[in-house]
């Protein structure tokens, strides 16, 4: 059986700024860190950025690195208990990038492999941010470690939002609450 590539990471980041910019969005907010590499990459197109990882060598790491950058903020934490912090913050539309899930080597791992559907809860409760969420690795939703089957979580996002479009490009979930024409991609 043939294995897929995985999708670039420039792919992703074109993505986030495409819809930064046809969309008019200037918040953005990231679960899990990593080494920062989106949050570098996107910081043109936003206002404000919110990025939360749990692990803290790597947290310390985002800290330094962003030091001098005063709309960047690196937030130390499980991404379930940081989040409904951040959105009670929020009043304006915001791209949500959720990639918080344990991916072996540096990563930290929580309670689950991946808290995506704590997070998804989350920002489906709110009834006064509009926004945009993508979440990477569409390919690991296949209902274990902390994952639904990818049908499932369709199936739930739907439910909390009628209005809301759900669609899969490039490895990345894309669930639309705005009112928009067209979702890119």
């Given at each position: 059986?043939?294995?897929?590539?995985?999708?670039?990471?420039?792919?992703?980041?074109?993505?986030?700024?495409?819809?930064?910019?046809?969309?008019?969005?200037?918040?953005?907010?990231?679960?899990?860190?990593?080494?920062?590499?989106?949050?570098?990459?996107?910081?043109?197109?936003?206002?404000?950025?919110?990025?939360?990882?749990?692990d803290k060598k790597l947290y310390r790491r985002a800290k330094f690195i962003f030091?001098?950058?005063?709309?960047?903020?690196?937030?130390?934490?499980?991404?379930?208990?940081?989040?409904?912090?951040?959105?009670?913050?929020?009043?304006?539309?915001?791209?949500?990038?959720?990639?918080?899930h344990y991916s072996r080597g540096i990563t930290s791992k929580g309670k689950l492999?991946?808290?995506?559907?704590?997070?998804?809860?989350?920002?489906?409760?709110?009834?006064?941010?509009?926004?945009?969420?993508?979440?990477?690795?569409?390919?690991?939703?296949?209902?274990?470690?902390?994952?639904?089957?990818?049908?499932?979580?369709?199936?739930s996002v739907l439910k909390r939002n009628l209005k809301a479009s759900f669609k899969?490009?490039?490895?990345?979930?894309?669930?639309?609450?705005?009112?928009?024409?067209?979702?890119?991609?």
């Amino acid at each position: 059986m043939k294995r897929k590539l995985p999708v670039p990471h420039l792919v992703k980041q074109k993505l986030i700024k495409n819809l930064a910019k046809e969309y008019n969005i200037r918040t953005f907010i990231e679960t899990g860190t990593y080494l920062g590499a989106m949050v570098q990459a996107v910081s043109n197109e936003f206002e404000k950025i919110y990025t939360v990882e749990l692990d803290k060598k790597l947290y310390r790491r985002a800290k330094f690195i962003f030091k001098n950058n005063r709309k960047i903020r690196v937030i130390l934490g499980d991404s379930e208990k940081k989040l409904p912090v951040l959105i009670n913050k929020i009043h304006s539309p915001t791209i949500f990038w959720l990639d918080a899930h344990y991916s072996r080597g540096i990563t930290s791992k929580g309670k689950l492999e991946s808290p995506i559907k704590a997070e998804l809860r989350c920002i489906l409760r709110s009834k006064s941010v509009e926004y945009i969420i993508l979440i990477d690795d569409a390919d690991c939703f296949n209902g274990r470690g902390g994952y639904p089957l990818l049908s499932n979580l369709k199936k739930s996002v739907l439910k909390r939002n009628l209005k809301a479009s759900f669609k899969v490009r490039n490895n990345v979930v894309i669930i639309n609450n705005r009112k928009f024409i067209r979702i890119y991609g």
